[in-house]
């Protein structure tokens, strides 16, 4: 006689309803204990590992990787490797009463009855799993590199980036294929590849369709960047004396904030069901930021209550942890307006995507120089082009303007983005 425990879909506390299964790191039969990483799963803002709810051996995987499981579905059973060779045993009830909702990371089980089984064994000893980051393993995969394969040079023997690097270079130095005849290249087939979106990208496509939906308005300017530049230069060696890195972009979100203080109406968030406005009383900002898997945009809480120095610090904070996948859920909302960096991918101008269901967003673009007029002579000078979209719902061209004049007047007299 035997206890079987079924494994749950765990809610992570984000409030979705799904997540995909991106990797299962225990196989059927391996023996599992209590709180070792189970599953990894990917949900629409974030990467989380799940732990084993209980020791034995995993005897099913109920939800393959690259498949989305819904909260509270069966994910595994684990239980006696005898157990294998038993009837499917009938799933427990899956009603929220009786799971209620659990931290990330913990998943919900449930004991099902005593069970007879059919034969029983010893349990199956403890697989070695390699050691890698979830961002290593996701590229181990799609270059189809067997982990258990590579010696890592990494602490503790762990598999680094750099060690699938050396991998491919090492698979391709020792398997260079001859160059095909002129002939045998016009006879290759090659075929279509139709790709499922999944995780980010398809959190990325449904929010995108979302907000076509809202009536865009949107101003482009181009300011003179020269007194901005010589403001970060002057302020760079103090910032670096401290281990701080001080880029254009941190006095570009406090241009931002206080266009914001001036024109409130673009601080806030529209909900078209009950047709009302939030206007935030502080400013939350949405920080775009690219990763490998997409775009991914972090919140700074209470930006405008932090000096440059702390907001400098606090960009790196969260961009390192949106690229890595590791930011909380608290971290990844609440916004009340975004700001999007073109210039940071070389980038002259873009026009930006006002994400639902916040009224505004503004984009910087890269600084240039150009030919300009000043007191009535083309001089050359570094050009920063902006651009804001805003919900015309909400707000109206003269609004626009005079965000986007707000904006202008901060960047040409960034000695007001000090105070």
Same mark, same amino acid.
């Given at each position: 006689?035997?206890?079987?425990?079924?494994?749950?879909?765990?809610?992570?506390?984000?409030?979705?309803?799904?997540? !995909?299964?991106?990797?299962?790191?225990?196989?059927?039969?391996?023996?599992? %204990?209590?709180?070792?990483?189970?599953?990894?799963? !990917? %949900?629409?803002?974030?990467?989380?590992?799940?732990?084993?709810?209980?020791?034995?051996?995993?005897?099913?995987?109920?939800?393959?990787?690259?498949?989305?499981?819904?909260?509270?579905?069966?994910?595994?059973?684990?239980?006696?490797?005898?157990?294998?060779?038993?009837?499917?045993?009938?799933?427990?009830? =899956?009603?929220?009463?009786?799971?209620?909702?659990?931290?990330?990371? +913990?998943? #919900?089980?449930?004991?099902?009855?005593?069970?007879?089984?059919?034969?029983?064994?010893?349990?199956?000893?403890?697989?070695?799993?390699?050691?890698? $980051?979830?961002?290593?393993?996701?590229?181990?995969?799609?270059?189809?590199?067997?982990?258990?394969?590579?010696?890592? =040079?990494?602490?503790?023997?762990?598999?680094?980036?750099?060690?699938?690097?050396? =991998?491919?270079?090492?698979?391709?130095?020792?398997? +260079?294929?001859?160059?095909?005849?002129?002939?045998?290249?016009?006879?290759?087939?090659?075929?279509?590849?139709?790709?499922?979106?999944?995780?980010?990208?398809?959190?990325?496509?449904?929010?995108?369709?979302?907000?076509?939906?809202?009536?865009?308005?949107?101003?482009?300017?181009?300011?003179?960047?020269?007194?901005?530049?010589?403001?970060?230069?002057?302020?760079?060696?103090?910032?670096?004396?401290?281990?701080?890195?001080?880029?254009?972009?941190?006095?570009?979100?406090?241009?931002?904030?206080?266009?914001?203080?001036?024109?409130?109406?673009?601080?806030?968030?529209?909900?078209?069901?009950?047709?009302?406005? %939030?206007?935030?009383?502080?400013?939350?900002?949405?920080?775009? =930021?690219?990763?490998?898997?997409?775009?991914?945009?972090? +919140?700074?809480?209470?930006?405008?209550?932090?000096?440059? %120095?702390?907001?400098?610090? !606090?960009? !790196?904070?969260? #961009?390192?942890?949106?690229?890595?996948?590791?930011?909380?859920?608290?971290?990844?909302?609440?916004?009340?307006?975004?700001?999007?960096?073109?210039? $940071?991918?070389?980038?002259?101008?873009?026009?930006?995507?006002?994400?639902?269901?916040?009224?505004?967003?503004?984009?910087?673009?890269?600084?240039?120089?150009?030919?300009?007029?000043?007191?009535?002579?083309?001089?050359?000078?570094?050009?920063?082009?902006?651009?804001?979209?805003?919900?015309?719902?909400?707000?109206?061209?003269?609004?626009? #303007?005079?965000?986007?004049?707000?904006?202008?007047?901060? +960047?040409?007299?960034?000695?007001?983005?000090?105070?």
């Amino acid at each position: 006689m035997t206890k079987l425990v079924e494994f749950h879909m765990p809610d992570v506390g984000e409030g979705l309803a799904e997540a !995909e299964i991106l990797e299962w790191l225990v196989n059927v039969g391996d023996y599992v %204990t209590a709180d070792e990483p189970m599953v990894q799963i !990917e %949900t629409e803002k974030s990467i989380v590992e799940i732990p084993t709810p209980a020791t034995g051996t995993l005897l099913k995987q109920c939800v393959a990787a690259g498949q989305v499981a819904k909260v509270d579905e069966l994910l595994a059973v684990i239980g006696d490797a005898g157990a294998l060779r038993e009837e499917p045993v009938e799933p427990a009830a =899956t009603t929220s009463e009786r799971r209620p909702k659990v931290a990330a990371g +913990v998943g #919900a089980a449930t004991a099902v009855g005593p069970v007879v089984l059919v034969g029983t064994s010893d349990p199956v000893a403890p697989r070695k799993r390699p050691m890698a $980051s979830p961002r290593t393993r996701r590229l181990a995969v799609q270059r189809g590199v067997d982990l258990a394969a590579i010696r890592g =040079t990494g602490p503790h023997g762990r598999i680094l980036e750099t060690d699938l690097d050396n =991998t491919n270079q090492a698979n391709e130095s020792a398997q +260079v294929p001859a160059e095909a005849a002129p002939a045998e290249r016009r006879k290759v087939t090659r075929t279509d590849e139709v790709v499922e979106l999944r995780g980010l990208r398809r959190s990325i496509a449904r929010s995108m369709t979302e907000a076509l939906t809202i009536p865009h308005v949107t101003e482009f300017r181009e300011v003179d960047a020269t007194n901005l530049l010589a403001a970060q230069a002057a302020l760079k060696p103090a910032f670096e004396a401290n281990g701080v890195r001080l880029s254009v972009f941190p006095l570009l979100l406090r241009s931002v904030m206080r266009a914001l203080a001036i024109q409130p109406s673009l601080n806030g968030t529209y909900d078209a069901t009950t047709e009302t406005l %939030t206007k935030y009383a502080g400013v939350h900002l949405g920080m775009a =930021t690219a990763t490998d898997d997409g775009l991914i945009v972090p +919140v700074i809480r209470d930006a405008d209550l932090l000096n440059l %120095t702390e907001l400098t610090v !606090e960009v !790196e904070r969260l #961009a390192g942890r949106a690229r890595a996948r590791a930011a909380s859920t608290e971290e990844l909302t609440g916004g009340s307006f975004t700001v999007t960096n073109f210039g $940071s991918f070389d980038t002259w101008m873009g026009s930006p995507i006002i994400r639902p269901p916040e009224v505004g967003i503004a984009g910087f673009g890269r600084i240039t120089e150009k030919v300009i007029a000043v007191e009535g002579q083309a001089v050359v000078r570094p050009v920063l082009p902006i651009v804001v979209a805003a919900d015309h719902r909400i707000n109206d061209g003269v609004h626009l #303007a005079k965000f986007v004049n707000a904006v202008a007047d901060a +960047v040409a007299q960034p000695l007001l983005l000090l105070s």
